[in-house]
């Protein structure tokens, strides 16, 4: 879990101090997962190449344009709780727990892999968050929770729909 010196603040929310305490530092790795994996998402639509590049540019602005708004309501969620947003590009690259996109990618699928993958750690890491924030009797961040898995999983299917293979029985 990321390591926070989170300032916190008087709220009359009535989840208790504790609880919410814990609740911000969830938030807090979940927002640096999800700024670090749009600044991957941006990264792959900048540099990508080859003959899918106009489709694969465009999707990866999509999925960038939905990262962005899941970052924005992950960091009101924990100002919202008393906490403070721990949002900047520097804290995210210290704590995300995303592994780091490889620059010397050249084909399109290997973007598309790279993508892949990562969307699906975050969608695993977020899956895990759900349960912690429900655990801690929050279910308004877990819905939170589950509305960025559910988008993560929309945009994992249509990037693996590139590159999937059939499974052999």
Request: proline share 2%.
């Amino acid at each position: 879990m990321m390591n926070t010196h989170s300032r916190h603040f008087a709220t009359h929310n009535d989840i208790p101090h504790q609880a919410r305490t814990e609740i911000v530092a969830l938030l807090n790795q979940e927002l640096a997962d999800s700024t670090d994996l749009h600044s991957q998402v941006k990264f792959a639509h900048w540099n990508v190449k080859g003959q899918q590049f106009m489709q694969l540019h465009l999707l990866f602005d999509e999925i960038a344009a939905v990262v962005i708004d899941q970052v924005d309501m992950i960091a009101e969620r924990a100002t919202a709780l008393g906490g403070t947003a721990l949002g900047t590009v520097r804290l995210a690259a210290a704590n995300s727990q995303l592994a780091e996109f490889p620059p010397t990618l050249e084909t399109s699928e290997e973007y598309v892999a790279v993508l892949a993958e990562r969307m699906g750690q975050h969608g695993a890491y977020i899956r895990t968050a759900i349960d912690k924030a429900i655990e801690l009797g929050d279910q308004d961040t877990g819905d939170l929770f589950i509305e960025v898995s559910r988008a993560l999983d929309k945009y994992l299917w249509f990037l693996e729909a590139h590159i999937q293979k059939e499974i052999a029985q």
